[in-house]
């Protein structure tokens, strides 16, 4: 009796033991999914999933557009087609005035410099007109003091002296007697084209109170704009249209659409998920069970990526949500293994599983992790994110699984049969129809496969926005929008230098018609050199011979020579970049400067262009590159491209090394692979004779696929439930709930996430059911050669 | 009977001199603001100090209730449009069109306390807490004296308008802080829809 009475004691300390753990996951995974609620940040920008960090165009571009000033402006443009400039004007005063009184507009102002900004840029640049004279100072300053010079210059003092604005012209004069200021807006209007604006169009910029990252706030003000624009126009009797860009706009959209992927993908992922489980299992409980250990997982998924980069993207989230069918493999195996058991044997159960489920881990996170190898930003998130969800499930589901199966008394017989199958599958006949029947559709497909250049990551809605910033750009300015010459210096100074040498080869580029304009950072800055050089030569021929010929030539012009202050060498400090951040100048300066600890860019604006006359005539200046965005993009992508052909080469060769170093036969291991490597087959094929071109993200899902068909494999060639059907069941369970987690991913407005919804989703199903077809002899002699019992 | 017959006549002789009453500050504010399309001819001179000899130029002004137009023909075309929020300036010869946004409502600078008897409030409300005026009416001809009362007002030191009774404004007289000066000299030649289509003729030929 005593000897019962311990048992008895023995078995109800065991379940206090494992009610306590099972508490203490439940407590640990509520915590955890308190706290990945909390903590995360998440993160929509697409350049951060999109450009690599060490690009240097892409730093510049990245650099530019997240800038404070950038970040919150609106580029608004009205359409007024057939009205006069008179009701155009009307309009625009009437939304102006309305758009000025809400608390959010900071500032707004049309696409030209007002009176006020005129004035302060003459005065500011007033000191430094002799140190922006010219690019050539000592022929620049020749051709001014020769008699012809002398008399142009005082023709255009008199012509500015009874232009519209003479009170300024006289302010100037005080300081610049011949008027050299004006000398540095004539070049301005000299490398410029023709007015970009059209008379059909006015634009105008408008910056928020609101930071550009305070999308909510950006999101509030656009709806505004929207209703202010919709009530003036309704005034006005319509016939008006408004368009607007900017980087909150884009922010806003891309959020937005990253919201809904996110709640899409998430909401069916999870639903189908569920709902399959709860089909097969006909259990509530475990569905529970289930439930709670994909929270726990994800959660933890989510932490750890917070935790390495400091922030989650929403694409990451929204294919991470893809990580739900895949984890849940583990749970469905043993649920169906230890699912009709209970106490110790349950633990035994799973235990028997566990090496074949640590190895089909290994292969998948094999997949997972040739991504972060990828240099491709955002799938590195994934790959962390898809690794830690990978690990804390196969440990949840080893550690933890039991012991809730145990405290939810579950019982389970999952209602799936699939003995049809498996018999229909043992037909040689069915084997060598499948064969030839991948064979053809391999062979065929694969001759009209073809690679597609553009990543595209953009959905209809980003390209229409695309479309539109290019249309409101190119009437603000006569600038090719995405392309542009950029110049890259170690010091400021460099830089400058550098962007010095570059001009002459674009004006030489615009004298043979190969380029429109071109808008430099000179005459706004330049070098100390080149100020230096600029301020030696006018000082060297202020001489009383030139005062005296000044006077001459503006006594010939009807001035009053002695009403105009003397000539004067000069000795002002050069200008700089620190001297221009507070400047009315740099609000221009900005827009082409990025100034980084250890880099400066600089960018020169591009009209109209021939780009392989551009891209040749920069062969030959250093530190200058011709840079297009859609160039680079398909460069990235080609890059890409070569990174996963890589990547899925690098993966199978480790997957398979994995399997030889478990099977101790390569043969065994190439066996195991050969089901995923004909499922790839077959989605290549499918996607040749579908015509549709692949990219990066098609490799990276025959990556996956791969990864994952390779587990069914092994689940299929091992068995170690001893028990075929059961074994066969949960990889059909596996798979199916893949298979949809996958394709719930074609939902998503992204069609990033097409590619990889359209390619891992029937690459795994196929994956599958070639195991049975394929596997069956070569899984009953590996189960022979480890003495497992006959299958029941 | 014979003191209502006096009364009576003693109306009648006064008649006359009640409707030809002097103008008044208000009567002309309100007679400039702009409410009609108004046609002038104008000559301007230019007295500064920096010139040898003063500078002339003549040609049309168009006064329209959303902006005023001065096209000046002689000694070259050029055309300068002033609305609420820009003023354009376009000199055909050069090919050079400048555009400068406002910073207020008809905020041209050298010009802007006559704009703002244009187009500021009818009442001049608005002009009179910037500007000091005298007003006196000599031989039939009204004489509006304005100068500023706050500093940094502008760079006009003083401003003369001057008109027959009971009409607008024949002349103008702009004097700067550096005591150079513009004169006006303006002749109504055409109001209303005659006005407005010459001006329109203008401005499309400017815009060509």
Same mark, same amino acid.
């Given at each position: 009796m005593p000897g019962r009475r311990c048992s008895a004691c023995l078995n109800r300390q065991n379940s206090n033991t494992v009610v306590a753990r099972t508490a203490a996951f439940i407590l640990v995974a509520a915590c955890l999914a308190v706290l990945a609620l909390g903590q995360v940040q998440l993160r929509t920008d697409i350049r951060d999933f999109f450009y690599p960090g060490e690009a240097g165009d892409a730093e510049f571009l990245v650099g530019q557009l997240q800038s404070d000033a950038l970040s919150r402006r609106y580029l608004v443009s009205i359409d007024h087609p057939?009205?006069?400039?008179?009701?155009?004007?009307?309009?625009?005063?009437?939304?102006?005035?309305? #758009?000025?009184?809400?608390?959010?507009?900071?500032?707004?102002?049309?696409?030209?410099?007002? +009176?006020?900004?005129?004035?302060?840029?003459?005065?500011?640049?007033?000191?430094? *007109?002799?140190?922006?004279? *010219?690019? +050539?100072?000592?022929?620049?300053?020749?051709?001014?003091?020769?008699?012809?010079?002398?008399?142009?210059?005082? !023709?255009?003092?008199? @012509?500015?002296?009874?232009?519209?604005?003479?009170?300024?012209?006289k302010s100037l004069l005080a300081k610049d007697p011949m008027l050299l200021t004006l000398n540095l807006f004539r070049q301005l209007g000299e490398l410029s084209g023709a007015p970009g604006e059209a008379r059909e169009h006015t634009a105008f910029i408008l910056d928020t109170r609101s930071e550009g990252l305070d999308l909510d706030a950006q999101v509030r003000f656009q709806r505004q704009l929207d209703d202010i624009f919709a009530s003036v126009n309704a005034e006005f009797g319509g016939g008006y249209a408004m368009q607007y860009t900017g980087v909150p706009v884009f922010a806003a959209t891309i959020r937005a659409q990253a919201r809904q992927d996110i709640e899409k993908i998430g909401t069916l992922s999870v639903a189908a998920v569920m709902l399959l489980s709860l089909l097969v299992f006909r259990s509530w409980r475990a569905l529970v069970c289930i439930a709670l250990l994909l929270v726990f997982t994800v959660s933890a998924a989510a932490l750890v990526t917070q935790?390495?980069?400091?922030?989650?993207?929403?694409?990451?989230?929204?294919?991470?949500?893809?990580?739900?069918?895949?984890?849940?493999?583990?749970?469905?195996?043993?649920?169906?293994?230890?699912?009709?058991?209970?106490?110790?044997?349950?633990?035994?159960a799973v235990r028997r599983i566990w090496p074949t489920l640590l190895i089909g881990g290994a292969t998948t996170l094999v997949g997972y992790v040739a991504l972060s190898i990828s240099g491709f930003p955002g799938l590195r998130q994934i790959a962390v994110f898809t690794g830690a969800g990978i690990v804390v499930a196969l440990l949840s589901a080893r550690y933890i699984l039991p012991d809730l199966m145990n405290l939810l008394r579950l019982q389970l017989r999952p209602g799936l049969h699939l003995d049809g199958l498996l018999k229909a599958a043992a037909n040689p006949r069915l084997r060598v129809a499948v064969l030839v029947v991948i064979a053809l559709v391999g062979l065929v497909g694969g001759s009209r496969m073809h690679w597609g250049g553009d990543l595209n990551m953009q959905t209809p809605e980003l390209d229409r926005l695309i479309q539109t910033d290019k249309q409101i750009r190119s009437r603000l300015a006569s600038i090719e929008p995405g392309r542009f010459v950029l110049i890259e210096g170690g010091t400021v100074e460099q830089a400058l230098q550098s962007a010095e040498r570059l001009q002459p080869v674009l004006a030489n580029l615009k004298a043979q018609g190969a380029l429109s304009a071109y808008y430099p950072l000179f005459p706004w800055l330049a070098s100390e050199q080149l100020q230096s050089a600029n301020q030696q030569a006018w000082n060297a021929r202020v001489t009383p011979a030139l005062r005296k010929a000044w006077s001459v030539a503006l006594q010939d012009q009807g001035l009053v020579a002695k009403a105009f202050p003397e000539l004067k060498p000069i000795d002002e400090p050069f200008l700089t970049v620190a001297g221009l951040e507070h400047s009315p100048a740099w609000d221009l300066v900005s827009r082409q400067l990025t100034v980084q600890p250890e880099r400066v860019f600089i960018a020169v604006w591009l009209g109209k262009h021939d780009p392989q006359a551009v891209r040749s005539a920069l062969a030959g200046v250093a530190d200058a590159r011709y840079f297009s965005q859609k160039d680079s993009i398909d460069r990235l992508a080609a890059d890409y491209r070569e990174t996963a052909r890589r990547m899925l080469l690098l993966g199978i060769v480790a997957i398979l090394v994995i399997l030889t170093l478990r099977y101790r036969s390569p043969v065994t291991a190439l066996a195991v692979l050969v089901p995923a490597g004909l499922a790839l087959l077959l989605v290549l094929g499918g996607w040749g004779l579908a015509g549709r071109p692949l990219g990066m993200l098609h490799l990276i899902g025959l990556l996956l696929t791969a990864a994952v068909c390779v587990d069914y494999a092994i689940f299929f060639l091992e068995n170690t439930g001893r028990n075929a059907q059961r074994t066969f069941q949960a990889i059909s369970l596996s798979a199916v709930t893949t298979s949809v987690s996958f394709a719930c991913l074609g939902v998503a407005e992204n069609p990033a996430l097409h590619a990889l919804a359209w390619t891992v989703s029937p690459g795994v199903l196929a994956g599958f059911l070639l195991c049975p077809v394929l596997l069956r002899g070569r899984a009953q002699q590996w189960q022979d050669g480890q003495g497992q019992q006959p299958s029941t | 009977m014979k003191a209502v017959f006096a009364l009576y006549l003693m109306a009648l002789t006064l008649w006359p001199l009640a409707a030809a009453a002097q103008d008044t500050l208000a009567d002309v504010l309100a007679r400039m603001h702009v409410h009609d399309n108004r046609q002038f001819h104008y000559r301007e001179t230019r007295h500064l100090a920096m010139l040898a000899k003063p500078w @002339?130029?003549?040609?049309?002004?168009?006064?329209?209730? +959303?902006?005023?137009?001065?096209?000046?023909?002689?000694? +070259?075309?050029?055309?300068?449009?002033?609305?609420?929020?820009? #003023?354009?300036?376009?000199?055909? *010869?050069?090919?050079?069109?400048?555009?400068?946004?406002?910073?207020?409502?008809?905020?041209?600078?050298?010009?802007?306390?006559?704009?703002?008897?244009?187009?500021?409030?009818?009442?001049?409300?608005?002009?009179?807490?910037?500007?000091?005026?005298?007003? !006196?009416?000599?031989d039939s001809r009204w004489e509006l004296h304005l100068y500023p009362v706050l500093d940094g007002s502008g760079p006009i030191s003083q401003m003369w308008l001057a008109g027959r009774e009971g009409q607008g404004a024949d002349y103008l007289k702009l004097e700067f802080e550096d005591q150079d000066r513009t004169e006006y000299h303006l002749t109504m030649i055409a109001r209303g829809p005659d006005a407005r289509?010459?001006?329109?003729?203008?401005?499309?030929?400017?815009e060509q």
């Open positions: 057939g009205r006069t400039a008179g009701q155009a004007a009307s309009f625009i005063d009437a939304l102006q005035s309305r #758009l000025k009184s809400l608390d959010e507009v900071r500032s707004l102002r049309l696409n030209r410099l007002s +009176e006020a900004d005129l004035k302060q840029l003459l005065t500011f640049y007033r000191p430094q *007109a002799v140190h922006l004279y *010219a690019l +050539e100072p000592d022929k620049a300053f020749d051709r001014l003091i020769s008699p012809a010079g002398l008399e142009t210059q005082a !023709r255009q003092v008199k @012509e500015a002296l009874l232009g519209p604005d003479p009170m300024l012209v935790w390495v980069f400091g922030y989650l993207h929403g694409l990451t989230l929204a294919l991470g949500m893809t990580l739900v069918g895949v984890c849940i493999d583990y749970f469905i195996h043993s649920l169906v293994h230890a699912g009709d058991k209970s106490g110790a044997e349950r633990v035994q | @002339e130029a003549s040609g049309d002004m168009y006064i329209a209730p +959303e902006r005023m137009v001065i096209a000046q023909q002689d000694p +070259e075309v050029r055309i300068t449009d002033i609305t609420r929020t820009r #003023l354009l300036h376009i000199d055909p *010869a050069h090919q050079v069109v400048r555009t400068m946004q406002l910073s207020g409502p008809f905020a041209v600078q050298g010009l802007e306390p006559f704009l703002q008897l244009l187009y500021g409030e009818s009442d001049g409300s608005a002009l009179e807490k910037r500007y000091a005026t005298k007003f !006196r009416v000599v289509q010459a001006m329109q003729r203008v401005l499309k030929q400017a």
